[in-house]
T-cell receptor, first 109, second 114 residues
Framework: GQNIDQPTEMTATEGAIVQINCTYQ??????LFWYQQHAGEAPTFLSY??LDGLEEKGRFSSFLSRSKGYSYLLLKELQMKDSASYLC??????????WGAGTKLIIKP | ETGVTQTPRHLVMGMTNKKSLKCEQH?????MYWYKQSAKKPLELMFVYSLEERVENNSVPSRFSPECPNSSHLFLHLHTLQPEDSALYLC?????????????FGEGSRLTVL
């Protein structure tokens, strides 16, 4: 079957680093995506990985290992505004997105 | 002007009512989507339109009826809904079906069915 797992909730401290993990099982693979969703707002695209390795974009980095069906989103120098839900998603062989339930990240001062 | 606009933002309706949700995208995209988002659950894809033609209908009950009159507009017509249909309904667009991973979402319509 098709499945994406990510932790339900995480807590981190302002200024610190946090890693949000995502494991997936899909029929076919055409990329892994991370989205950010603040409470009451629309999800916004953060990153896309299709090859193994680390993609860095400012304070945010995303890693992919296709052989392990594993990805993580790394957030550095955490700010209070990073408090949000982070959604992991991957595309199946029909290019349709399969979504995880999201990880709610709580940042404390 | 935001890329994807949804109206209304909030809707309360009884089980016998008929209402519609509206979505408009100003990005020149060719594909549009309706998603349902319930608390602590993954986003559920409901419908996909490409160049105004429906290409995906994920076993959605007939009480939800989509309409795509042109590539910029998408509607979701609602009738005889159930309380379990209460959720956030998100509209999204992408350049094309091959770009389903990079979606641009609207703010959503929060639906409450009494």
């Amino acid at each position: 079957g098709q499945n994406i797992d990510q932790p339900t909730e995480m807590t981190a401290t302002e200024g610190a680093i946090v890693q949000i993990n995502c494991t997936y099982q899909t029929s076919g693979f055409n990329g892994l995506f991370w989205y950010q969703q603040h409470a009451g707002e629309a999800p916004t695209f953060l990153s896309y990985n299709v090859l193994d390795g680390l993609e860095e974009k400012g304070r945010f980095s995303s890693f992919l290992s296709r052989s392990k069906g594993y990805s993580y989103l790394l957030l550095k120098e955490l700010q209070m505004k990073d408090s949000a839900s982070y959604l992991c998603a991957t595309t199946d062989s029909n290019y349709q997105l399969i979504w995880g339930a999201g990880t709610k990240l709580i940042i404390k001062p | 002007e935001t890329g994807v606009t949804q109206t209304p933002r909030h809707l309360v309706m009884g089980m016998t009512n008929k209402k519609s949700l509206k979505c408009e995208q100003h990005l020149g995209h060719n594909a549009m989507y309706w998603y349902k988002q319930s608390a602590k659950k993954p986003l559920e894809l409901m419908f996909v339109y490409s160049l105004e033609e429906r290409v995906e209908n994920n076993s959605v009950p007939s009480r939800f009826s989509p309409e795509c009159p042109n590539s910029s507009h998408l509607f979701l017509h609602l009738h005889t809904l159930q309380p379990e249909d209460s959720a956030l309904y998100l509209c999204a667009s992408s350049q094309g079906l091959e770009n389903t991973g990079e979606l641009f979402f609207g703010e959503g319509s929060r639906l409450t069915v009494l």
